[in-house]
């Protein structure tokens, strides 16, 4: 399984690398405004660091604009991945450009049917939003359960990117269901590696060592 950040913030990215916890990574225009920097500087700075994909949004939902857009972002290096909104015009743009071999990843899905749609368009990776589904009482897992399903029945090739992750029982039913990638706030990361009785098995280990004689 792969794990991505979702994240523009530098730092942060960096960190994940360190750790080697990060296979790529997802902005958004929210989390690009978050960093208070231009798009241009958070390009520069995200695309030549991160060796893995790193998906980049369109900001239309016009489908020349589009287009127009995704050239741009695709120049920028070769492990861009132009992120596309699931509408109309979202998905011409990415017949297009998955006609021309440019990756793409198919944003902002809530529904099994949206994801067909995506595989259908020919989209690199389906994002769906787990979390803004779970805030409106829906159920984000059953969603990706259905789409892993669906996709395996006819061996498409989208992967299946599970976003708005907000904490890590999403990451362990994610794994369990078979996603391909999952993109983690860093919050979320941070949290996977934490538990109590690591922290006082290891409180143990320590004081029990300082018991050994040294000679
Ligand atoms: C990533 O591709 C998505 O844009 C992101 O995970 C959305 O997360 P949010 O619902 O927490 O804003």
């Known amino acids: 399984m792969k794990f991505f950040i979702d994240s523009a913030d530098i730092g942060e990215i960096r960190e994940a690398l360190a750790m080697g916890m990060c296979d790529g990574v997802t902005t958004n225009p929210s989390l690009v405004a978050k960093t208070g920097k231009t798009f241009q500087t958070v390009i520069d700075e995200i695309v030549h660091t991160v060796p893995g994909p790193v998906s980049l949004e369109v900001t239309t939902n016009s489908y020349d604009e589009m287009l127009a857009q995704s050239e741009e972002l695709a120049s920028y290096g070769d492990n861009v991945v132009v992120k596309l909104p699931l509408t109309r015009p979202g ?27 995506a595989a259908k368009a020919g989209a690199t990776y389906i994002s769906p939003f787990v979390g803004r589904l779970d805030d409106i009482s829906s159920e984000g897992m059953a969603v990706v359960e259905d789409i892993v399903q669906i996709y395996n029945n006819y061996d498409m090739e989208t992967q299946v990117l599970v976003a708005s992750v907000r904490h890590p029982q999403h990451l362990v039913e994610a794994a369990r269901l078979g996603a391909h990638v999952a993109t983690l706030p860093l919050k979320v990361l941070d949290q996977m590696f934490n538990h109590p009785l690591t922290d006082s098995g290891l409180e143990r280990f320590m004081a029990d060592w300082e018991k050994v004689p040294t000679s």
């Open 91 to 117: 998905l011409r743009a990415c017949k297009a450009l998955s006609e021309k071999s440019i990756a793409t990843n198919v944003t902002l899905c809530f529904s099994p049917n949206q994801a067909l749609l």
